[in-house]
């Protein structure tokens, strides 16, 4: 069932604000590049723990991802023939599916300058989302027992983590417009009877370009994140 969607207490957030890189490239970023590029910038912070940290706010070309452990019962093809690229990777959850359309935003962020504790981490990616979709005159909801963000009993964003040492990486997905058909080959994020929506078929026109802007101001509010110039 739906929970309360109040905003989250700014508890466990440093004094002052950290400072960050943010990564917004105009073209769409190939999974492969996008997860070298997290895995770099977290083990720098972890050989160097008072380094800029960094986010990436970008769109994929279609691919299927799967967490650590993730089942392939809710594959519904050949993984040795998938219809679009298929990896395995090192966050949390099951499988889920990218394309264009869709913001996908990876924080490499040291949680021990703020609260180490991974719960505490979720809440707070799904109440930036809840933030954005109150921009936009939605009502984002949580769901017991589930991670990730719905609306009208349509999951809109999906949320796997990877962390090491407390450093973050891979993150939260957001549909907007993207073509929905590609999650039909899946049982996305492993969950039966649990259909997919995206915020246009709310609000019809609706962009990533126009998102974009709102998310980065959300993921920096929930953060206590200072924003710096792209390098």
Sequence with gaps: MPVSNSKLGTVGLPAHPCKLIFFEPEDPVLFDRAW???????????????????????????????????????????????????????????????????LVVYPVLDLQRRTPDLHWYLRQLEQ?????????????ERVEGLTGLWLEGRKVAAIG??????????????????????????????????????????IPGLTVDQVQPLMRRAIAQRFGLAWLDKP
């Design 36 to 102: 070298i590029d997290q895995q770099r910038w977290q083990q720098s912070l972890i050989d160097v723990p008072g380094g800029d940290e960094a986010v990436w706010l970008l769109q994929h070309p279609s691919c299927y991802t799967l967490g650590r452990g993730a089942s392939l019962e809710h594959v519904h093809f050949d993984p040795a023939g998938p219809p679009a690229p298929l990896h395995r990777i090192d966050r949390g959850g099951e499988v889920t599916y990218h394309c264009l359309g869709q």
């Design 161 to 202: 983590i990877g962390c090491r040492r407390w450093v973050t990486q891979h993150g939260l997905a957001l549909n907007v417009n993207c073509d929905l058909s590609g999650f039909a080959a899946v049982t996305p994020c492993g969950l039966q009877g649990k259909p997919v929506g995206r915020l246009s078929d709310w």
């Design 128 to 140: 930036a989302l809840i933030d954005v979709l109150a921009e936009l005159d939605l009502c984002g």
